[in-house]
C-alpha cells in the first residue's frame, strides 16, 4: 500500500495536487486504520504486538505524508500559488485605548409655549371689528379685536352731559355755602350728585375699554376663533396668541431615574423634525412631586427660538448623563457576538508559529450607548480588535491587516 500511494503521488501533476491536504490524507489513513482493525477482528487471538507495530508504522506513514504535502505546499508557492489552508482574509482592525466614557439614558419630551394666550372679551357683546389677520404678528397693547359699543358710547354722552350741569350746580352751591348762604343740604346732595356722576362715567369708560381685546404680549395670531358680527361672553375664544420665541421644553421622567440626575448637568436636546440640530441646554426646572399615576416627575428645559423652528406640542428628545468614565476600555457594539459561553469579539494577534491570526476573545460588557459598549474585562489597551472583515474570520484563523485605526468615540 505505500508504494502503491508513492507512485501515485509522483505521477500526479501540480495542478491535481493543489487541493490535496493534510485532512485528506488523514481520512485515508484513517480508513486503512479500520480496515486492518476489522481484518483483526476477525482473528480474536491475533498478537496485540503485530498490532501495535501496524500502529506505529501508520503513524509513520502520516508524518511522511504531512512532510510530503508540505513540500508540495512549498512548490506551490514558489510557483504563484497560495495553498487553501493558507489563504489570509483581509481585515481592519482598531487599536483599544482608553478614552472618556459618557453614559446617557433618552426620555421623550414635547414643547410648550413659554407665553400662550386665548384670547376672549371681558363683558358680553357683539364683535364689531376684527383688525388682525391669521399668523399676522403683533405688539403688546396692539388692538386685535372691538364689540360693539354704541350702548355703551351713549350713555357716556348722557352721563357727560348731566355731569357738567352736576358740576355747575355744585360750584353755585359750594360757592353759597361759603358765603354762608342756603342750608348744608343742598350743598352736600350737589357735591354727591356731583361725585356720583364722576364714578358713573369712570364705570362707563372703564367698560368701554373692557370691549376692546389687547395683545397681552408680542407674539403671533396663530388662530382666529370668531366672526364678526358673532356674540361675544367671557370665557369665550376668540382668537388664540403665542409668542415662540421662549420655549420650554418638558419631559416626564420616571422616579427610577432620580438618583441619575444632577440638575447642574446639562441636557442634551435633539429633536426628531431637525436631525442635525443637537444642543447641550441647562436644567431649568426640575419637579418636586411625583406624579403618583405614572410615577414620574416633570424635567424642564427652557431654550431661546429666534427663528421660530421649533413649535408647541412638538416632539423632542432629552439625552441625560447617567454614568461617566475618565479612562474606559470601549468597542463598538456591531463587534460583540454572543456564543452560548458569553459575549466575545476578535482580536487580531500572532500565534506561536509568528502568524497573524483572529484570536476570539471572551469578554465582560459594561454600559452600552450611542454605539459603543464599555468593556469591564477580556481586553486590554493595545489589544487589536477587529473591526471590518469580523463576521469573516473564525478563532484561529489567518488574517491580514489592511488598515488599522483608532477607535472614535461615537457618542
Partial sequence: MKKLIGKT??????????????????????????????SSNED?????????????????????MSQKVSELERKLEELGEVPQNRIRTPITVTEITPQAFDHY???????????????SPEING?????????????????????????????????????????????NRQKSLWE???????????????????????KSLESQLDMAIMRAPFDGVVDEIFAKEGELAMPGSMVM???????????????????????????????????????????????GNVINPENRTFRLQLRIRNPEEKFKPNMVATMSIRSYTAADALVV????????????????AEKNDEGDLVAQKIYIERGLSGEGITMIKSGIKEGDLVINLGHNRVNDGALVSISEERSLARNN
Avoid: W
Fill in 9 to 38: 503521488l509522483k505521477i500526479s501533476s501540480v495542478k491535481k495536487i493543489k487541493n490535496f491536504s493534510i485532512p485528506g490524507i488523514s481520512a485515508l489513513i484513517v480508513a486503512m486504520f479500520l480496515i486492518t482493525a476489522c
Fill in 332 to 347: 463598538p457594539s456591531i463587534l460583540i457576538k454572543q456564543d452560548t459561553q458569553g459575549h466575545y469579539v476578535y482580536v
Fill in 179 to 201: 358765603q354762608e348762604i342756603g342750608s348744608e343740604i343742598q350743598f352736600l346732595e350737589a357735591r354727591n350728585n356731583y361725585e356720583s356722576l364722576q364714578s358713573r362715567l
Fill in 126 to 170: 357683539q364683535i364689531r371689528e376684527i383688525p388682525v389677520k391669521k399668523g399676522e404678528r403683533v405688539r403688546r397693547g396692539q388692538i386685535l379685536a372691538r364689540l360693539n359699543t354704541s350702548v355703551i358710547e351713549n350713555n357716556i354722552a348722557e352721563v357727560k352731559t348731566s355731569l357738567q350741569l352736576a358740576q355747575t350746580v355744585y
Fill in 240 to 286: 388664540q396668541l403665542l409668542n415662540l420665541r421662549d420655549l420650554y421644553v418638558n419631559a416626564d421622567v420616571s422616579e427610577s431615574f432620580l438618583p441619575l440626575i444632577d440638575p447642574s448637568e446639562k441636557v442634551i436636546l435633539r429633536f426628531s423634525a431637525y436631525p442635525d440640530y443637537e444642543e447641550e441646554v441647562p436644567v431649568h426646572r426640575m
Fill in 44 to 64: 480474536q487471538n491475533g498478537d496485540v504486538q503485530i498490532i501495535r507495530e501496524q500502529i506505529s508504522e501508520y503513524n509513520q506513514q502520516i508524518v511522511e
Fill in 105 to 119: 439614558f433618552k426620555v421623550n419630551a414635547s414643547v410648550e409655549a413659554i407665553q400662550e394666550a386665548m384670547i
